[in-house]
């Protein structure tokens, strides 16, 4: 995020120069220096191997499907556990892409060694400032400011759905086909697309409303995906309740159809509900 006053109403007719900021992770090598040109898919910055920690319940009531030593992909289920004295069950997945690096003694937590990581620049622009926290791109494009949201930074191929409101719609409209994707609905979405569109690999879904009830059940802290995790970064534009993208956003995300745009949630890691910071969509004028 790179913006620091409250969402307001703009012109999307034409792009402007913006400033975005690119956080850097913890010993993050920067590899760029002021007045580089970049691309979207420029390495900007090589992060060293981070370790990620992913708790199971206490007990012997879990299997685990992976072993130390075992590849996993972010998402994929690790461990099942009973739920409901036996009834049911509850899956564990992965947060992030890497290794199974060894089980805790009283396995109660797996611990997932995370590859190197490349940060790039996912925008197309000119490095204006680096710093060990950060590199900062100019770039020229249009900006749609959220009211809530969350996730990483992350670019991908804009495809409008359109509406997402009922379970019948989610299931006819998403598919294999939005892996990748920063999809994009009108209106009012149901939380339950979330998890249906991180099955399917989509990069970011961007719509203007959400319910917060059904969602808090899902990013809460004793929910499935903590402040998001596992799940698509999520701009909500108009709030909790039955809203409408503006008319301004709508158009300038119909004439960016099948462009690679750019998504990300207000912090990392973290549910923000009044900002500064704020999510935000970034679409290139090229």
């Known amino acids: 995020?790179?913006?620091?006053?409250?969402p307001a109403a703009r012109d999307l007719r034409e792009p402007v120069e913006l400033e975005i900021r690119r956080?850097?992770?913890?010993?993050?090598v920067p590899l760029?220096?002021?007045?580089?040109?970049?691309?979207?898919?420029?390495?900007?910055a090589r992060g060293h191997?981070?370790?990620?920690?992913?708790?199971?319940?206490?007990?012997?009531?879990?299997?685990?499907?992976?072993?130390?030593g075992d590849p996993v992909k972010r998402g994929e289920t690790v461990a099942v556990a009973e739920e409901l004295f036996g009834l049911g069950l509850r899956e564990y997945v992965s947060p992030c892409d890497g290794?199974?690096?060894?089980?805790?003694?009283?396995?109660?937590?797996?611990?997932?060694?995370?590859?190197?990581?490349?940060?790039?620049a996912l925008l197309p622009g000119v490095v204006s400032s680096v710093s060990p926290e950060e590199v900062r791109l100019r770039v020229t494009a249009r900006r749609i400011e959220g009211r809530?949201?969350?996730?990483?930074?992350?670019?991908?191929?804009?495809?409008?759905a359109g509406e997402l409101i009922t379970e019948a719609e989610v299931r006819r409209k998403l598919g294999p086909h939005v892996q990748g994707r920063v999809v994009a609905a009108e209106s009012l979405v149901l939380p339950s697309v979330l998890p249906a569109l991180a099955a399917y690999g989509a990069a970011?879904?961007?719509?203007?409303?959400?319910?917060?009830?059904?969602?808090?059940?899902l990013v809460s802290p004793d929910g499935p995906h903590p402040a998001g995790r596992g799940l698509p970064t999520l701009v909500v534009t108009g709030g909790f309740g039955l809203h409408r993208m503006d008319e301004a956003a709508r158009e300038a995300l119909a004439e960016a159809e099948g462009r690679t745009v750019y998504a990300a949630g207000p912090q990392t890691g973290r549910l923000t509900f009044a900002g500064p910071p704020y999510a935000e969509v970034v679409i290139p004028a090229t």
Not at 32 to 44: C, E, F, G, K
Not at 99 to 120: F, N, Q
């Open 148 to 160: 809530f949201g969350f996730g990483e930074a992350v670019a991908g191929r804009l495809w409008n």
């Open 99 to 120: 290794v199974v690096e060894s089980v805790s003694t009283r396995k109660t937590a797996l611990v997932l060694a995370a590859p190197d990581s490349e940060i790039r």
């Open 1 to 6: 995020m790179s913006r620091d006053t409250a």
């Open 23 to 28: 956080a850097l992770p913890d010993g993050a």
């Open 49 to 68: 191997r981070q370790r990620r920690v992913l708790r199971l319940p206490a007990g012997e009531n879990f299997e685990l499907l992976k072993r130390p």
């Open 32 to 44: 760029v220096a002021v007045r580089d040109p970049v691309r979207s898919d420029t390495v900007i």
């Open 204 to 217: 970011a879904l961007v719509c203007g409303a959400i319910d917060l009830a059904p969602l808090w059940d």
